[in-house]
């Protein structure tokens, strides 16, 4: 299958202005101003194929935003190559933006004061998109959405799930074959974020639409993708299928537990029988214990628990992206 997205030995690196305080220092930066590098991507390379779905992971600046920036055109590389659709998304920014869409679930693309519909209006304009299919893509999208409804409703008064789906409706009115997704499910609640899921699986799968998505939440990558790169400080530490990635790293859940009283962790010692077990005090009474679920289940450690000590609540978490990168290194 043909390689849609292509970038090879990519870095970016951003120049920043170092301020110092005081009045020697305000005359100082003037004269002799300071700057300091900061490498977000260092030597990139991967290839994505028409249709995949990619988990692009890492921590908090590790440099995914910016390569979204970089691949859309937005961002110019200090070296190395980019290919999107096999044209630089530089050169040929208002080209490739009519085969792509991009979501940032922290700024939306839609008029804030004005009803939803409106704004996908403007952009049946912009992207020159003809009556017949922006009305058949607004009803095939708001009722796969379930979001009808609010079309006619500012977007300032919208709640958020309903935000981020009119932004994804807005993102795919032109009919993109590549949806980047930067964070879609931030914020949301599980019932949106599994709307959000099942949208983006049915459209890769009836559309074909390639979707390079970054995200903080393991159940989106779980769920959606066919292919993970992980990456941390802006260089590639893993790349390849998510089974893999399960199979070698994903292996512990978090079970956080609050006690009704104090415990140190050597009067757990009861739990001795389960391998693979991590523990560590989080206050007085709470305590966080990372299990391998692919040896016991969560049942097996709670009654154990139930039996031994007196609990007061626990609740059950997937690790975090930053948990898997700290497995990865």
């Known amino acids: 299958m043909e390689n849609i997205i292509e970038i090879t030995n990519v870095r ?96 939306s693309q839609l008029w804030w004061d004005i009803p939803a519909i409106e704004s996908l209006k403007l952009l049946k304009e912009i992207y020159k998109v003809s009556d017949c299919d922006f009305k058949d893509r607004v009803e095939e999208y708001a009722d796969m959405l379930q979001v009808k409804e609010f079309l006619n409703l500012p977007v300032r008064q919208m709640s958020l799930g309903q935000r981020m789906k009119c932004d994804l409706i807005a993102a795919l009115i032109h009919d993109p074959s590549i949806l980047f997704l930067d964070e879609p499910t931030i914020g949301l609640d599980v019932a949106t974020k599994d709307r959000l899921r099942e949208f983006i699986l049915e459209l890769n799968r009836t559309k074909k639409v390639t979707v390079f998505l970054t995200t903080h939440d393991m159940q989106d990558v779980e769920k959606l993708c066919n292919r993970v790169i992980l990456i941390n400080h802006g260089r590639m530490l893993y790349d390849g299928d998510l089974e893999s990635v399960k199979e070698k790293y994903i292996r512990y859940r978090n079970l956080k537990v609050v006690f009704n009283k104090t415990y140190s962790i050597d009067e757990l010692k009861f739990l001795k029988d389960f391998q693979d077990l991590r523990i560590q005090n989080l206050d007085d009474k709470t305590m966080l214990i990372q299990y391998n679920y692919k040896l016991y289940s969560v049942t097996d450690i709670v009654s154990c628990l139930l039996k031994n000590t007196e609990v007061a609540d626990f609740s059950i978490k997937d690790l975090e992206i930053e948990d898997v990168i700290k497995e990865v290194c």
């Open 12 to 107: 970016k690196i951003y120049r920043t202005y170092q301020k110092k305080s005081g009045l020697k220092n305000m005359i100082k930066n003037i004269i002799y101003p300071d700057f300091k590098d900061f490498i977000a991507v260092d030597d990139m390379s991967f290839c994505i194929r028409k249709g995949d779905i990619v988990g692009y992971i890492g921590p908090n600046g590790a440099g995914k935003s910016t390569t979204i920036k970089m691949l859309t055109g937005i961002l110019m590389p200090n070296s190395g190559m980019i290919k999107v659709f096999g044209k630089d998304p530089l050169k040929y920014r208002k080209e490739n933006s009519k085969h792509i869409g991009v979501v940032f679930g922290q700024k």
